[in-house]
């Protein structure tokens, strides 16, 4: 396993590229299911959630072709296997998303049930309920979530919760469901807008997407598209914060600022200053953080996704601040990690409060999970001395190559491939 080295205290300067939406691309390449033409998507990250997803859709039978500069085609006309096995579930949750597809284009599908995750229970109850409402008949066979329908019917589905894959799931099955289906109390997401802005390319009539009411009104059959992955906010909010708790000068290049409005006004407030344009936002920090409080919210409010990573710019700040995590019940692992590096920080349930340090000092620590890796690289590039990151096979999952990006903007970070440790 693969490790980062990292010695703190260098400002960073320059300009770096935002790479393509892991979570916008995942749903997408899952919608390649959904006609027999050929899908090509464009600023697709190359990253290990997508290797899996073009797995799982190749063991499927569904011909996948990636182009070095991040072009994708996908296939899905001789599709053999109506599958997705626990190997690949289990090492990425989204997998579920092939149900909705596979079900509304092929009458049938057999998906592994996830189990447990790092993060929290998640459930996938309301993917079941709202297909069962959709008329699909669901058991839970030997693990696995079994479908079938012969074609399923429009109904007005409302989840007890927001849920991102949900909504994406029903989504994609009721644009070939037979008439009308109202999706209430969908994700905002603009990785859901940017799947429906796919499939209204692909010949679906969808409406209301961006809001919590979708209509859709079912067709019998979809095309061949060609469509771009909107850029990673996520990534993006990521690097604003290094640059917020290392200090310095950065600017990011191919980024949708209109989709971070909760990040970037909770980064001003901690003393960065913030230049955006359509595509690109300057980020200027010259002080040492100011707290910020912040409950995670699904969009538009502030992302669940940014938490560990604003945690740590907290973790240095002139003061304390009081986070509330209301999404998932078990996302403060990167905590205790974060005190090894010689953060204040008490949880109370949902709660953290984050006492701010002057410094922080460098400790080897272990990714527990994807945004938890990027809170620990945060930290790292202020804390003083050596950080040494393990497991970073999370960070891999959902960040493009970030210690080349980092070292880009002038870190002194380095992987160092498990051959090389003795
Ligand atoms: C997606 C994102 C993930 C992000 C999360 C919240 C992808 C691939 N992943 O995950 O990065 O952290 O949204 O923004 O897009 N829930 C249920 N039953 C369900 C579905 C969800 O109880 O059937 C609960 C979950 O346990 C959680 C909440 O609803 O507490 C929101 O989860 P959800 O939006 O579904 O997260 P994901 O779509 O898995």
């Keep these: 396993m693969d490790i980062l080295r990292i010695t703190g205290g260098s400002r960073l300067h320059g300009e770096i590229s935002i790479s393509g939406a ?19 998507l464009t600023n697709v990250p190359e990253l290990n959630d997508i290797a899996t997803t073009l797995k799982l859709l190749g063991q499927m039978g569904v011909r996948c072709t990636r182009e070095t500069d991040g072009t994708v085609h996908i296939t899905a006309n001789d599709v053999s296997t109506l599958e997705a096995p626990y190997e690949l579930v289990k090492t990425m949750r989204a997998s579920i998303l092939v149900l909705g597809p596979l079900l509304a284009r092929f009458g049938q599908a057999r998906v592994s049930l996830p189990g447990g995750c790092a993060i929290g229970q998640r459930p996938v109850d309301q993917h079941i309920h709202g297909l069962a409402a959709l008329g699909a008949d669901i058991s839970i066979e030997h693990g696995f979530v079994v479908a079938r329908a012969q074609r399923l019917k429009g109904a007005v589905i409302r989840t007890d919760m927001v849920t991102v894959t949900g909504t994406e799931n029903l989504l994609m099955a ?3 469901a037979e008439g009308q289906t109202i999706l209430e109390n969908a994700a905002r997401e603009p ?24 209509v859709i009104e079912g067709v019998k059959s979809l095309h061949g598209a060609t469509h771009r992955v909107i850029p990673d906010r996520i990534e993006a909010g990521s690097f604003l914060c290094a640059v917020g708790a290392a200090g310095g000068d950065i600017t990011l290049r191919k980024v949708a600022p209109d989709t971070m409005g909760a990040t970037l006004s909770k980064l001003q407030e901690a003393g960065l200053t913030l230049t955006c344009g359509p595509d690109w936002i300057r980020a200027s920090m010259t002080q040492r953080p100011k707290p910020v409080d912040f409950r995670t919210h699904e969009y538009p409010g502030f ?9 740590a710019l907290n973790a240095l700040a002139d003061g304390t601040s009081v986070i509330a995590e209301t999404i998932f019940e078990n996302r403060y692992m990167h905590v205790q990690e974060l005190l090894r ?8 349930g949902h709660t953290a409060v984050v006492r701010g340090v002057t410094k922080l000092s460098g400790a080897t620590v272990m990714a527990t999970d994807l945004r938890a890796s990027a809170s620990l690289v945060i930290a790292g590039l202020a804390a003083e001395g050596q950080t040494i990151v393990e497991r970073i096979y999370h960070l891999d999952r959902g960040y493009e190559r970030m210690e080349h990006k980092l070292r880009q903007l002038g870190a002194n970070i380095e992987r160092i491939s498990s051959k090389d440790l003795s």
């Design 191 to 214: 990785e859901v807008v940017d799947l429906a802005e796919l499939l209204i390319k692909m010949g679906a009539q969808i409406q209301g997407h961006g809001t919590d009411r979708i």
């Design 341 to 348: 590096l010689g953060a204040r920080i008490d949880i109370d």
């Design 174 to 176: 009721a644009v070939l």
């Design 22 to 40: 892991k979570n916008a691309a995942l749903p997408i390449l899952c919608a390649g299911l959904l006609t027999a033409d050929t899908v090509t």
């Design 303 to 311: 992302a669940t996704d940014m938490q560990a990573q604003l945690m």
